[in-house]
T-cell receptor
Framework: GAVVSQHPSRVICKSGTSVKIECRSL??????MFWYRQFPKQSLMLMAT?????????EQGVEKDKFLINHASLTLSTLTVTSAHPEDSSFYIC????????????FGPGTRLTVT | DAKTTQPTSMDCAEGRAANLPCNHS???????VYWYRQIHSQGPQYIIH???NNETNEMASLIITEDRKSSTLILPHATLRDTAVYYC???????????FGGGTRVLVKP
């Protein structure tokens, strides 16, 4: 399957600071990228969908000013958690999908964010 | 997209086939059945998908009933590394979103 990477894999930040998470598609061009959040013992919840070169579409209840998404190229999307609070601590996972029918949605390994 | 129902958990014996059921009684004609799995603290991994015919790849087989209201994912020879949460997801062709339900927590035992 296709390869999607995330960086960093783990990050600890202080309350009130911002943290950026990168998501890269390594061997295909991702026209669409998705950002999910997963709390312990829960399923993945879609936060937003982004298409290259356009603004992200956020799911209901997700604050677009708090979770800034940039999808500036066909291989890179970033999620910035602004003014992080302890309740933002979670496992953030991105996925990417190409524009060909055979390209399914492939997921990155996830980023564990801990806000202290 | 149609909702799916899966058992919360199941145990399987190492080396035996694991059969994971999924109900999707409200599936519509253009919706596919997808299976992903998530090993602890990792991102989900694509396994297989199908529309109405049975499908097989190097990881698993997908059996879809004739009325398409249910399906079964078959792991032919379960290994300890197959321990994971398995998600059955129904998705149409128009949208890109994958909506994850609770999945089935599969524990493969020696």
């Amino acid at each position: 399957g296709a390869v999607v990477s995330q960086h960093p894999s783990r990050v600890i930040c202080k309350s009130g600071t911002s943290v950026k998470i990168e998501c890269r598609s390594l061997d295909f061009q991702a026209t669409t990228m998705f950002w999910y959040r997963q709390f312990p013992k829960q399923s993945l919840m879609l936060m937003a969908t982004s298409n290259e070169g356009s603004k992200a579409t956020y799911e209901q209840g997700v604050e677009k000013d708090k979770f800034l998404i940039n999808h500036a190229s066909l291989t890179l999307s970033t999620l910035t958690v602004t003014s992080a609070h302890p309740e933002d601590s979670s496992f953030y996972i991105c996925s990417a999908k190409g524009d060909r029918p055979r390209y399914e949605q492939y997921f990155g390994p996830g980023t564990r964010l801990t806000v202290t | 997209d149609a909702k799916t129902t899966q058992p919360t958990s199941m145990d399987c014996a190492e080396g035996r086939a694991a059969n994971l059921p999924c109900n999707h009684s409200t599936i519509s004609g253009n919706e596919y059945v997808y299976w992903y799995r998530q090993i602890h603290s990792q991102g989900p991994q694509y396994i297989i998908h199908g529309l109405k015919n049975n499908e097989t790849n190097e990881m698993a087989s997908l059996i879809i009933t004739e009325d398409r209201k249910s399906s079964t994912l078959i792991l032919p020879h379960a290994t300890l590394r197959d321990t994971a949460v398995y998600y059955c997801i129904v998705k149409g062709t128009a949208g890109n979103k994958l909506t994850f339900g609770g999945g089935t927590r599969v524990l493969v035992k020696p």
